[in-house]
Structure formats: structure tokens, C-alpha cells
């Protein structure tokens, strides 16, 4: 679990967990995290890194 999560780092799940719990287990989505390009529904594979993007803040013009 890399990125914009309260708490990154590499966890264990047992077969049939998704990506939402994978997340909700690192504490959820920081305060700067993205959750538009996040699929909470997919299932966790072994080896899979999931990457939470930092929201893009408006250019001052």
C-alpha cells in the first residue's frame, strides 16, 4: 500500500479480500488522497501494489 493512505506499508490478506479493505486496513484515504482512480471492488492478488494519488491542486493563475 503506497501513496495517499494514512498508514502505507505492506499487509497481508487472506484470498477474496478487495482493494477496499486493503485500504480501510492502512487506515483509508489520507486527507490528500485521490479515491477517483481507485477500483475499492477489486479483488487483491498476490504481489499487487496499490497506489493511492495525491488530488491535483488548482493552479493559481
Known amino acids: 500500500m503506497k501513496g495517499?493512505?494514512?498508514r502505507p506499508g505492506v499487509y497481508e490478506f487472506d484470498?477474496?479480500?478487495r482493494v477496499d479493505d486493503a485500504i480501510r486496513m492502512a487506515g483509508g484515504?489520507?486527507?490528500?488522497?485521490n479515491e477517483a482512480y481507485v477500483n475499492f471492488?477489486?479483488?487483491?492478488?498476490d504481489?499487487?501494489?496499490?497506489?493511492?494519488l495525491m488530488r491535483m491542486r488548482k493552479?493559481?493563475?
Open 4 to 6: 495517499e493512505v494514512e
Open 29 to 33: 484515504v489520507s486527507e490528500t488522497g
Open 47 to 52: 504481489e499487487m501494489v496499490i497506489y493511492v
Open 41 to 45: 471492488a477489486q479483488v487483491l492478488t
Open 15 to 17: 484470498q477474496g479480500y
Open 59 to 61: 493552479k493559481d493563475h
